[in-house]
């Protein structure tokens, strides 16, 4: 039985890759946390995500299902993290060390998914290689409390959120081509 349902990661990776790249334009400082940001997270970076995990769930694709889901509860997590204070249901935000506790298990997790890509094609090495260090570098900025370490975090998170965006568009169009019109470096067959 042949399986001609669309290939759901490039809806992944467009919402994973655009929201890293706006949350991670606010780390460098260009905008603060706004309106913007917390939809994006919720609806594109989460919802999406959880969606596009689940049709990979469909397609039998474990690593793309975990992958999706998890990193689309963690933008629904990071929103949550972010407005639940807001709405009076927690009397106080997580401190930094809790924070740091947070991101380094999310680069923890993020590390053994990259080991998972190595029998993949170049481009999502190098988005979950630089996702590693994105979460551990926000982790350690929330550890020792030392502002440019978040700064250097937010260049490392546009770079991850771009080459996701990257990856998206050329699935979209070499499927759409019939050829590689850009190159993700996949491995020989």
């Known amino acids: 039985m042949t399986d001609n349902s669309a290939n759901p990661a490039p809806l992944g ?11 991670n334009l606010h780390n460098v400082g260009f905008f603060g946390i706004g309106t913007m ?16 995990g689940l049709l990979e769930f469909k397609k039998g694709n474990t690593f793309g299902m975990t992958a999706f889901t998890s990193y689309g ?8 993290i972010f407005v639940m204070k807001e709405f009076g249901l927690w009397s106080t ?8 506790s947070y991101l380094f298990m999310w680069g ?4 053994f998914l990259f080991i ?4 993949n094609n170049k481009v999502l090495q190098a988005v979950f290689g630089s996702l590693v260090i994105l979460f ?4 350690l900025g929330d550890f020792t409390g030392i502002a440019i370490i978040k700064i250097i975090a937010g260049y490392v998170g546009i770079i991850c959120g771009l080459l996701a965006f990257y990856l998206a568009v050329a699935e979209v169009l070499n499927e759409v081509y019939k050829k590689e019109l850009l190159p993700i470096w996949a491995p020989k067959a």
């Open 13 to 23: 990776l467009l919402g994973f890759g655009m929201t890293t790249i706006l949350l």
């Open 37 to 52: 940001i917390l939809a994006m997270g919720i609806f594109y970076g989460g919802i999406a995500q959880v969606l596009a």
């Open 73 to 80: 509860m963690f933008w629904l997590s990071l929103v949550a």
């Open 93 to 100: 935000a997580p401190t930094d060390l809790a924070m740091a």
């Open 108 to 111: 923890l997790l993020t590390l």
């Open 116 to 119: 998972g890509t190595l029998k």
């Open 136 to 139: 551990w570098l926000l982790a």
